[in-house]
């Protein structure tokens, strides 16, 4: 599995980070199984949220993996609070509290990272400055991030919080890159050509920030899976062609086609299928043409210009 440094860190991590949003959904012995092949496949950053099963998700890994202070320090941890019931939340004494309750659910001393959720509009980021000090000082989070903040968000916390936000966790797929077609779209008078989250890609560029795509299969929010589907022929067909030069699966293709972007990004998996986490981890090996990455894009219903 390659490896890239997350943000302007000096943390070494997998390109493909597993997702545990849905590790409940498995029996004890099929999460040991999961994480077990994640593990031999060099998979070993693990994405978690307080809100995953209601924070059961996180007690779930702890327990597929028999957390110990050995397996600790061979895997790379990261979880994200800020979203409560009914509201968003990066108050200082929400971010404390949550996480102490997510080490004691993983059953750790510490996070590799923490990445706030959801914006708070409510945010006062000298709060949040305070937490991060506290969270550093006392090695409960050696790193930190965002996830679906926009470029002024980002610099509002950056203003008051002296840690670098190393990663910020977007949505994105090849049916779902309006970050990337936008920027082709320059001063047209076209739907393309809005610009709906501040050149946030650009934005992680500059910065250093490493994107984590969330939802690397999904379309629109969380409505259905790209691949096999027949709302998509051109864009599974060209898939499957694709995948027929390299001998891989049409998953491992929809991986590479996020790896192949030159802003080294990290893509978030949420299946629990273990074939599918292979496969999506051959990825790591396959650097697709600039031809054959035009070719997906076109094919998924984006137009050049």
């Known amino acids: 599995m390659r490896t890239i440094k997350l943000g302007t860190s000096s943390l070494e991590v997998p390109v493909i980070a597993v997702g545990c949003m849905r590790i409940n959904s498995l029996n004890k012995t099929e999460a040991e199984r999961f994480v077990q092949t994640a593990l031999d496949e060099k998979a070993n ?27 600790r320090e061979k895997i790379i941890l ?42 708070d509009t409510l945010v006062e980021p000298e709060e949040v400055a305070e937490a991060f000090d506290i969270l550093e000082s006392s090695g409960k989070v050696r790193h930190f991030g965002v996830s679906n903040q926009n470029p002024m968000q980002i610099e509002l916390l950056k203003k008051f919080v002296k ?34 989250d501040g050149s946030i890609l650009d934005y992680c560029r500059l910065n250093d920030i490493t994107i ?7 379309y629109g929010f969380f409505e259905g899976v790209f691949l096999d589907n027949d709302k998509f022929p051109e864009l599974n067909k060209k898939i499957d ?10 998953t491992t293709i929809a991986i590479a086609w996020l790896l192949r972007h030159p802003a080294r990004m990290q893509p978030v998996l949420g299946t629990m299928n273990i ?15 600039r031809e054959e990455w035009y070719g997906i894009l076109l094919a998924a219903g984006n137009v050049l210009p």
């Open 241 to 250: 062609e694709v995948a027929a030069k390299y001998g891989v699966s049409n």
């Open 212 to 218: 984590q795509p969330w939802s690397p299969f999904q």
């Open 78 to 119: 990261q979880s994200k609070c800020g979203i409560r019931k009914g509201m968003f939340d990066f108050s200082k004494e929400h971010i404390l509290t949550s996480v102490d309750a997510i080490l004691k659910r993983l059953r750790t001393d510490y996070l590799d990272i923490l990445l706030l959720h959801r914006p």
């Open 163 to 196: 840690q670098p936000i190393v990663a910020n966790q977007l949505q994105l797929s090849i049916t779902n890159a309006n970050m990337m077609t936008n920027g082709f779209n320059v001063n047209m008078e076209n739907e393309a050509a809005v610009n709906r």
């Open 275 to 289: 074939e599918r986490l292979k496969d999506c981890a051959k990825a790591s090996d396959i650097h697709l043409t």
């Open 45 to 71: 950053f693990f994405d978690h949220a307080d809100i995953y099963g209601a924070g059961e998700c996180e007690t779930i890994f702890a327990d597929a993996i028999h957390m110990s202070d050995d397996i």
